[in-house]
T-cell receptor, first 110, second 113 residues
Framework: QKEVEQDPGPLSVPEGAIVSLNCTYSNSAFQYFMWYRQYSRKGPELLMYTYSSGNKEDGRFTAQVDKSSKYISLFIRDSQPSDSATYLCAIITGANNLFFGTGTRLTVIP | GAGVSQTPSNKVTEKGKYVELRCDPISGHTALYWYRQSLGQGPEFLIYFQGTGAADDSGLPNDRFFAVRPEGSVSTLKIQRTERGDSAVYLC???????????FGPGTRLTVT
């Protein structure tokens, strides 16, 4: 079983839709939860991170963590064509190396 | 300020050859990480440096892979006797002391023919 599971998609939505991206994890020792965005042929770019259960909002993006279910989500409101990218969840223990999901490829259609 | 830089951006080599991939982290970042990303997959951890020393090299797949960071800044990932299965994007990341946030470079796309 992989440490982090993520549906690879692909996911296509019309512009303006609400997007929900999800990951599950197996190790309850995981402490920090991150979402990265990766455009084609670029390195991952940090979007958001959190360390506690609950919601964290930043503009059109909301990160949600449920430690009891080992489930994390990223919501994108009012999605834009520029949001088209691969979204990677990443989780870390105190050991500092990140465990990534496979990434979900998102396309927002104008 | 400048982000993490990696050179070369692309490297094509023949099976059996030796390659070196370079990473220049964000200035002042003490921690440096190497990851490998295969097509359609998320990055997989290879090695982590704190300063000059390798704090965790548990992700290196075998002894053909080696990395150094002699002065605690620039790092080089070295791959001996390359195999076609080594073809991937090699990503470098850095972070500052006391944080878990890692900033990634653009990667080096390695193709072994």
């Amino acid at each position: 079983q992989k440490e982090v599971e993520q549906d690879p998609g692909p996911l296509s939505v019309p512009e303006g839709a609400i997007v929900s991206l999800n990951c599950t994890y197996s190790n309850s020792a995981f402490q920090y939860f991150m979402w990265y965005r990766q455009y084609s042929r670029k390195g991952p770019e940090l979007l958001m991170y959190t360390y506690s259960s609950g919601n964290k909002e930043d503009g059109r993006f909301t990160a949600q963590v449920d430690k009891s279910s080992k489930y994390i989500s990223l919501f994108i409101r009012d999605s834009q064509p520029s949001d088209s990218a691969t979204y990677l969840c990443a989780i870390i223990t105190g050991a500092n190396n990140l465990f990534f999901g496979t990434g979900t490829r998102l396309t927002v259609i104008p | 300020g400048a982000g993490v830089s990696q050179t070369p951006s692309n490297k094509v080599t023949e099976k059996g050859k030796y390659v070196e991939l370079r990473c220049d982290p964000i200035s002042g970042h003490t921690a440096l990480y190497w990851y490998r990303q295969s097509l359609g997959q998320g990055p997989e951890f290879l090695i982590y440096f704190q300063g000059t020393g390798a704090a965790d090299d548990s992700g290196l797949p075998n002894d053909r892979f080696f990395a150094v960071r002699p002065e605690g800044s620039v790092s080089t990932l070295k791959i001996q006797r390359t195999e076609r299965g080594d073809s991937a994007v090699y990503l470098c990341a850095s972070s500052s002391t006391g944080t878990y946030v890692q900033y990634f470079g653009p990667g080096t796309r390695l193709t072994v023919t």
